[in-house]
């Protein structure tokens, strides 16, 4: 109770003050805890459930894992992560073991600040919009690949030189166990567990689904740990499992919730081992150890970013984005601690250094675009090198992005004949592209020189159709200032950019919600049977007034749609040969709600007095029933 209601409290506060979660967490045990209030003393108690508060932890990891969602992006989770994790971990090591640390303590302190916070980070991102944009797909990558290796680390922790309570078993063994408990694993995955799922939801009964899930969860966590490997690895695995299957949306779904209720209590276990005297001690020495780590992590992750191909833009973003230790930090410090690799002293350090750090990541991420924009100028070669020759253009049309949007305004120029030329940040789309023949480059569009290779001076159109809301920004200042004439066309997700781009220079500025919003109510208005017309000028309306119609609350009617019209459909009805109505006009057949007559190639008004010809189209609107009186009418 004292747990789960203090830290509501907390977390209503740090929400209300824009502070990760995690933090308000470690907060509520500070407060809960022996050293401040001592609200609870029953320790091993809250370390039970912190422990079952781990397991879901990795099996919802397990579960969010998908092979195939991997693959799209493989380049930034294989190759990036590795790197990032590989060089941190070298970096730590070889400082510690200056300092005259032991090998096996720097490798496990190089594990634990190698990771980065993925709740916060993703959350951060997530908020601000830039999750589809390149940066936020990489940063996504790496914190996947870290997300994936922490079950090797926790495995690995107890086995390095120095360990107090290292196995008795050789390596070897292990990795073999952990072989045969992984083929296990593998095995029941593609041919039991989906065939008893399936059953299990055949009975619709969600409490059965739940109890399944969770029971599979703790069974192959505990057969992990009965074979001598760690429970950790076992849910993960359980995790992998379901992930496979048809079923995992419907799996996390139902998890999530336990996950969240007792994962808080490892956080909050983690708050009440914090001492608050080393701190109050040694704050100084603290704070200088947090501004080390989040400098060798940022160079470190810095470098392999570059590595694979991102410009000194997204690098920056990148790098400060991840400059922060992790949640699976905790884990693998407490993993240290029991093996005897990590002194009582160092396990405080370093549990006081990552709260510093992840209470300084929103600081990190929200300066960024404003660091990157800096260092970006100061590497003009950057651009210059990567984007190569550009043939001298006139009248031409730039496209920025060449995602969805980007695509289908490239094949549209292409089948009209207007020229254009394309700048895209991922290198992956520039050499598969750039081989089919598209006039591509790659190229950061913020950059002035970028934009002048492309022949912005000359451009008569700029469209710009990248999901980072930052540098669609600063694209349309800089091409404002660098060709005053060319007419920018800016892509954005969202409805609070139009002002703002509209200020900044672009001439019309299209926000996805609201198009999707405006396609879906013209569709309303045709099934209440408007005409296309009434339909147009209605969309031009909203449009014309940046789409106020979708941010207020106005009672003013937009538009007058005549609900008598329900039920009534528009037809065409032909006079045939023969036809007695042939010579009579409208009035004298009782024939109303005439659109118009199609008569050879001219369209007649429809009036009362007009006879009918043979061959004549009608153009009516009314009921099924009527339609067909009309048309028998007609027809004698």
């Known amino acids: 109770m004292i747990i789960f209601v203090l830290s509501s409290a907390v977390l209503f506060l740090f929400h209300r003050i824009r502070l990760p979660a995690i933090l308000g967490y470690l907060i509520t045990g500070i407060i809960a805890g022996p050293q401040c209030l001592g609200l609870i003393r029953s320790l091993d108690q809250v370390a039970v459930l912190a422990e079952i508060g781990v397991i879901l932890l990795l099996f919802t990891v397990g579960i969010e894992i998908s092979l195939k969602d991997l693959l799209q992006i493989k380049r930034f989770v294989l190759v990036g992560g590795f790197l990032q994790v590989l060089f941190t971990t070298l970096a730590v090591v070889f400082i510690l073991v200056n300092l005259g640390r032991s090998f096996g303590e720097a490798i496990a302190i190089g594990f634990m600040v190698s990771l980065s916070s993925t709740a916060i980070v993703l959350r951060i991102i997530q908020q601000r919009g830039e999750f589809d944009a390149l940066h936020g ?31 008795a078993e050789s390596p070897i063994f292990i990795i073999i166990k952990a072989a045969l408990l992984i083929a296990v694993v593998i095995a029941g995955a593609k041919w039991a567990v989906p065939r008893i799922l399936y059953q299990v939801l055949k009975t619709r009964d969600h409490e059965l689904f739940l109890l399944f899930t969770v029971g599979m969860c703790f069974a192959i966590a505990w057969i992990s740990s009965f074979v001598g490997l760690s429970l950790g690895l076992g849910a993960f695995l359980a995790g992998l499992v379901i992930s496979e299957s048809p079923y995992s949306l419907h799996a996390i779904g139902n998890i999530r919730p336990l996950r969240d209720a007792f994962s808080s209590f490892f956080f909050v276990s983690i708050g009440m081992l914090l001492d608050l005297d080393l701190l109050m001690k040694n704050t100084a020495y603290i704070i200088a150890l947090s501004i080390c780590v989040i400098l060798i992590k940022t160079i470190a992750c810095g470098l392999a970013t570059s590595l694979i191909g991102l410009p000194t833009r997204l690098v920056v973003l990148v790098s400060l984005a991840l400059s922060q230790v992790g949640e699976f930090s905790f884990i693998l410090s407490k993993v240290g601690l029991d093996a005897g690799l990590l002194s009582h002293e160092v396990y405080q350090l370093f549990l006081d250094v990552t709260v510093l750090t992840m209470a300084a990541t929103t600081f990190m991420i929200a300066i960024s675009h404003r660091v990157a924009a800096g260092i970006s100028q100061l590497s003009r070669y950057d651009a210059l090198e990567r984007i190569g020759k550009q043939h001298a253009l006139k009248d031409h049309l730039i496209i920025v992005g060449f995602g969805v949007n980007g695509r289908n305004v490239a094949m549209a120029a292409r089948a009209k004949g207007i020229p254009y030329v394309v700048v895209d940040l991922n290198p992956d789309i520039v050499k ?89 109510f013209a569709k309303v208005l045709e099934r209440y049977q408007l005409s296309r017309d009434t339909i147009e000028r209605f969309v031009e309306d909203v449009r014309a007034g ?6 207020s609350l106005s009672e003013e009617a937009y538009c007058d749609a005549n609900l008598k019209l329900m039920g009534k459909v528009i037809f065409t009805i032909r006079v045939p040969e023969g036809s007695k109505a ?55």
């Open 432 to 520: 598969r592209e750039g081989g089919n023949g598209e006039p591509i480059y790659y190229g950061d569009a913020t950059q002035e020189q970028v934009l002048r290779h492309l022949g912005i001076t000359d451009a008569r159109v700029l469209v710009i159709a990248i999901s980072d809301p930052v540098a669609t920004r600063q694209i349309v200042e800089l091409a404002r200032r660098l060709n005053e004439d060319i007419y920018i066309i800016a892509r954005t997700r969202y409805i609070q950019e139009v002002e703002t781009l509209h200020m900044l220079g672009a001439d019309e500025v299209v926000p996805e919600e609201y198009e999707t919003s405006i396609k879906i």
């Open 546 to 551: 940046d789409y106020s119609l979708f941010r």
């Open 137 to 167: 797909r990489t940063i996504l990558g790496i914190l996947i690949f870290q997300d994936v290796i922490v079950v090797p680390m926790m495995l690995l922790i107890p086995m390095l030189p120095g360990a107090a309570v290292a196995t």
């Open 582 to 636: 042939a010579g009579r006009n409208l009035d004298e057949l009782g024939i109303e709600n005439v659109l118009a007559i199609n008569r050879g190639d001219e369209t007649l008004r429809s009036t009362g007095g007009l006879r009918l010809q043979e061959g004549d189209v009608l153009i009516l609107i009314d009921t099924p029933e009527k339609m067909g009186e009309i048309e028998r009418m007609l027809m004698n």
